[in-house]
């Protein structure tokens, strides 16, 4: 097998969605589980203790663990165009401390936001050139609930969750990028840009901040089946414009819209496995592992730890 096809159909990088295009007539279905820790506390780069948080806050966050569980089908009509829909369901624990010592946990749970996309080939051939240059188009629809409430206290009363605790943005968003592909005999190589641009405001009045991603990621095909990578990947995003009337920005930092906006740089070695051939033919697994190199939050808010990818998928 050429590292042509590993390149163009099988061998993938695991996040980059903007890498995963496909021959006409191709189906892939797939299936995507990620982990993330998040502990310690951070204000721009340097740490906080919950104790120093709750100097200015009633409850200070302590940890928070997210899962995501996506389903993903991806259709190419033609070799430069490749269509995708992702369906995730979300699960996301956060743990807290009062100023009197109390600790306490809030969970919440269901389906995220929707999002449909393409991937166009504007330069090159995937049957045949070693350098393709990838238009890629998101579309994200609010299918994901803003309205997570915890109940309070075992009462009938309750509140509504901060803003990470929710399930979806509640509006529209666009997510425009730019994917350079390049290849040699044994290695192969990209370039990412992506985006998310939240697009009005949701019935709670705020629109979550725009992101912007930069990846470089490079990947060596020793044999047919196994891929090795490593990825550096930053990342950007802005404060929440406007805020949920249900929250008092002044209880937590999380309720605080004006405390969400970031920047980190992570570094991501991963593993591919491919099935070339035989009844699985067309079936691969991929595992990375993400860990921050450095991160600066517009704080107090939680810092990421780790991330935890792992993907099957079946092109056919």
Avoid: C
Avoid at 190 to 219: C, F, T
Wanted: charged share 20%.
């Amino acid at each position: 097998m050429s590292l042509e096809e590993l390149l163009g159909v099988r061998v993938l990088k695991v996040n980059a969605l903007g890498t995963h295009t496909h021959l006409a007539g191709e189906w892939m279905v797939g299936y995507r589980y990620m982990r993330m820790g998040m502990s310690g506390i951070r204000d721009g780069t340097e740490s906080l203790t919950a104790e120093e948080v709750l100097q200015d806050f009633m409850v200070s966050p302590t940890g928070m663990t997210m899962e995501m569980h996506m389903v993903e089908a991806m259709y190419a009509p033609s070799d430069a165009l490749t269509l995708m829909l992702m369906l995730p369901y979300r699960r996301q624990s956060m743990d807290h401390r009062t100023r009197m010592g109390e600790s306490f946990t809030t969970q919440s749970q269901g389906v995220g936001d929707v999002t449909i996309g393409a991937h166009y080939t504007v330069l090159g051939d995937v049957r045949r050139t070693t350098h393709r240059l990838l238009l890629d188009g998101r579309l994200g629809l609010p299918t994901g609930s803003i309205h997570a409430h915890r109940r309070v206290d075992g009462g009938a009363e309750e509140q509504q969750l901060p803003y990470p605790m929710q399930l979806g943005s509640g509006t529209i968003h666009f997510g425009p990028g730019l994917t350079y592909l390049g290849e040699s005999r044994r290695f192969a190589w990209m370039v990412q840009s992506a985006s998310a641009i939240e697009l009005g405001r949701n019935s709670h009045e705020y629109r979550l901040g725009d992101r912007l991603r930069l990846s470089a990621w490079a990947a060596w095909a020793p044999i047919g089946w196994l891929s090795p990578s490593l990825r550096m990947d930053g990342e950007m995003w802005g404060n929440i414009d406007g805020a949920d009337p249900g929250l008092n920005p002044m209880m937590v930092p999380t309720a605080d819209a004006s405390k969400r906006a970031g920047t980190t740089l992570s570094l991501a070695p991963a593993l591919g496995f491919y099935v070339p051939r035989g009844p699985f033919e067309g079936q691969r697994i991929a595992i990375e592992a993400s860990v921050p190199l450095h991160q600066s939050l517009d704080g107090p808010q939680l810092e990421r730890d780790w991330t935890l990818t792992v993907v099957w998928s079946w092109t056919f």
